[in-house]
């Protein structure tokens, strides 16, 4: 019994890390949102407002569940498709809108979010 105790913290410890690592690549997601939401371009191209949207959406559907890492890593499988198509959305508008290298690296940027964010999906399994 005392082995199944153990591997049992072992695998809250991982969920716990794997929230932890989403937390961080969700930072990074905000920042991207930030510049986005503050750049001169988004007037010309509200259609950029749809990244941010997503975004915020992710991080308000986890945000409640941080202190829950099974129900936090089953949400953020159930989101990340809709996040995935809002970043592919995006990847395609930012160039449209400016080719200053902000968005070219926000757009590098918020792939990078993505990426990770399945990798942590991955791992949760």
């Given at each position: 019994?005392?082995?199944?105790?153990?591997?049992?913290?072992?695998?809250?410890?991982?969920?716990?890390q794997?929230?932890a690592?989403?937390?961080?690549?969700?930072?990074?997601?905000?920042?991207?949102?930030?510049?986005?939401?503050?750049?001169?371009?988004?007037?010309?191209?509200?259609?950029?407002?749809?990244?941010?949207?997503?975004?915020?959406?992710?991080?308000?559907?986890?945000?409640?569940?941080?202190?829950?890492?099974?129900?936090?890593?089953?949400?953020?499988?159930?989101?990340?498709?809709?996040?995935?198509?809002?970043v592919?959305?995006?990847?395609?508008?930012?160039?449209?809108?400016?080719?200053?290298?902000?968005?070219?690296?926000?757009?590098?940027?918020?792939?990078?979010?993505?990426?990770?964010?399945?990798?942590?999906?991955?791992?949760?399994?």
């Amino acid at each position: 019994m005392a082995a199944m105790s153990s591997d049992a913290t072992t695998s809250d410890d991982a969920r716990r890390q794997l929230v932890a690592r989403a937390q961080m690549t969700l930072a990074h997601a905000w920042m991207v949102r930030a510049f986005v939401r503050h750049s001169n371009e988004v007037e010309d191209f509200p259609e950029l407002h749809e990244i941010g949207r997503a975004v915020f959406d992710l991080a308000r559907a986890l945000e409640t569940r941080v202190d829950d890492p099974p129900g936090y890593l089953r949400m953020l499988s159930k989101k990340l498709a809709k996040f995935r198509l809002a970043v592919e959305q995006f990847a395609t508008d930012a160039p449209k809108a400016s080719s200053h290298t902000n968005f070219a690296m926000a757009v590098i940027s918020i792939k990078g979010c993505v990426t990770e964010l399945e990798a942590i999906v991955a791992a949760s399994r």
